[in-house]
């Protein structure tokens, strides 16, 4: 698949620029990448960051036997500076995406047409939401939106998908035709609160009750530690390392990220990782590693070594809402699913994905499923909200 030219027709709204397709970040300058990733004012997403997405190139998590080759589409003008990007991936299975369509898939397979490859615009293994156009200017917004479709059909795949994308983002891309999909997942907002303590404050008392109860037999014997930064040592992330192996293999077969990548990781982006550990008599028993935005921050894995009661509700939810509120964050993404999230004070909120289909009538069917599927979700997250612990729910 040639992926060296892409300009000229993408691009005629915009004639200086040149869309171009490079096989991998190391392909470009990380203060480049950076600059149109989380360009000064934008809040900082450390998912988009160089570090984070070429550690995943580097690692082999992404690209090789993966399933996943990064085929990042770039726009730069007449005199070669970079303008815009769309992190792409062109994808030979569903896995790791968190936006199922292996429905879509089947039923396309079984009607005789050839779904994968496809290209996907995402964070591979992170369901955050985040931006995926990335460029300021309108007219580059557009200039890659357009030069993508007609990638995707010179490239001859069946579909193109932007998962998680901004709301924003949602709707200049359904302005552009392509089908909107709604999914839900549970995030926790700071309202200003003070501590741990306020936001209790806040949930009903039958609620409140039990949070207090479930933290402190979740704490009972066991030491908490919050690493990040320069504690970080090669010992604390091996610890992770096992905990996150022991779970992942219980969730998806084999684990998605090898220890290579979280190397990686520490020497890039110490600063921005926090890792909530477990002690007991002296030994490591779990972790849980988060991300740290400059609003958000956002749970990603965990896992543990010796059964405790509430661990993982403790480690993945609770401490989470301690950090965030100490460091003034707006909200905790605690990653897909999950409605055990909603006694602990996480609320539903609508999620989003994008999906341009080249096969008309494959299209139109994603369509009139997609127009069914977005009222019940609404509808579930609704219900979902009236169960909320709070007090008054807004």
């Not at 300021?136 to 007609?150: F, I, K, Q, S, Y």
């Not at 990220?257 to 520490?266: D, T």
């Not at 990653?335 to 999620?351: D, F, I, W």
Request: charged share 25%.
């Amino acid at each position: 698949m040639d992926t060296s030219e892409q300009a000229n027709d993408e691009a005629q709204a915009t004639p200086s620029l040149t869309l171009a397709a490079i096989e991998g970040l190391a392909g470009i300058a990380p203060e480049d990448w950076n600059g149109i990733a989380n360009p000064p004012g934008a809040e900082y997403d450390p998912f988009l960051s160089w570090n984070f997405l070429q550690a995943l190139e580097e690692s082999g998590c992404v690209g090789g036997e993966s399933g996943w080759a990064p085929h990042h589409l770039l726009a730069r003008d007449a005199a070669g500076a970079l303008k815009g990007a769309l992190p792409l991936y062109l994808k030979f299975h569903s896995q790791g995406e968190y936006v199922f369509d292996h429905g879509w898939a089947e039923s396309f397979e079984q009607a005789g047409g050839r779904y994968y490859p496809k290209l996907l615009t995402a964070i591979p293994f992170s369901p955050v939401t985040g931006r995926r156009i990335l460029a300021t200017d309108h007219a580059v917004r557009r200039a890659l939106v357009t030069g993508m479709t007609e990638a995707a059909r010179q490239w001859g795949v069946s579909s193109w998908h932007v998962n998680f994308p901004t709301p924003a983002e949602w709707s200049e891309l359904g302005e552009a035709g392509l089908l909107q999909r709604i999914d839900r997942q549970f995030i926790w907002s700071n309202r200003g609160y003070a501590s741990y303590d306020d936001f209790l404050g806040a949930l009903s008392s039958r609620k409140r009750k039990a949070l207090r109860n479930e933290r402190a037999s979740a704490q009972a014997g066991l030491e908490i530690e919050h690493l990040t930064g320069p504690d970080l040592k090669p010992e604390h992330w091996d610890v992770f390392f096992a905990c996150y192996q022991d779970t992942g293999a219980r969730k998806w077969g084999r684990p998605y990220l090898n220890r290579e990548f979280f190397e990686l990781i520490h020497q890039r982006m110490a600063d921005q990782v926090l890792l909530v550990l477990a002690k007991k008599d002296g030994r490591h028993i779990a972790a849980a590693l988060n991300f740290i935005g400059s609003n958000a921050l956002y749970g990603r894995y965990w896992g543990l070594l010796e059964e405790h009661p509430h661990l993982h509700f403790e480690l993945c939810y609770h401490q989470a809402i301690d950090v965030a509120i100490r460091l003034g964050l707006d909200r905790v993404e605690a990653g897909a699913q999950g409605e055990h999230k909603l006694a602990r004070g996480y609320r539903p909120q609508p999620v989003y994905s994008a999906h341009w289909i080249a096969h008309e009538g494959f299209r139109h069917a994603v369509a009139d499923y997609l127009e069914r599927e977005r009222p019940a979700v609404l509808a579930d997250i609704a219900l979902l909200d009236a169960e909320s612990p709070y007090k008054i729910c807004d």
